[in-house]
């Protein structure tokens, strides 16, 4: 009986913690950008470089991680690109691509750039950016990006 209470007790705290080591990116914008909602298809055209302006005209800026195991998950499935062609293009864009350190560094560097757009863990998300929709649906909802 003791085991027993022992395992239960394991269980249900190795449950608790799955939702906590899950990685959910959120696509942002800076505040002045007008769109708010995109499909997949059309985001995936942003982050390989072949969409280069927003409908106002100023340059898509993307701003990346440097390392982002998160980031890179979601850019391949969203691109579906693998991760050898997912550098290499992202390599051959450097020209609207700014690479910074972290979440907050994105978050800053988005809220401070017109026309930028970057990806970050939803917890990490403030109102300093838009928070955009895709396919219809904000982070953390069922078919929002891949998780």
Known sequence: MKYQ??????AWLM???VPCLAHHMAVIVNKDNIVQNFTSA??????????????DGRNVVLVLHSSSPGELATLEHLTKMSVADLKAMLASHTDSIR??????????AVATTPGAIGLVEEH????????????????MESGYLPH
Do not use: M, N, Y
């Open 15 to 17: 449950l608790s913690a």
């Open 99 to 108: 690479t910074v350190a972290s979440d907050s560094d994105v978050i800053g």
């Open 42 to 55: 059309h985001l995936a055209k942003i982050f390989e470089g072949e969409v280069k302006k927003w409908p």
């Open 5 to 10: 209470r022992i395992f239960l007790l394991w």
């Open 124 to 139: 990490s998300i403030t109102d300093q950016v838009g928070v955009v929709k895709v396919d219809g649906k904000l982070p």
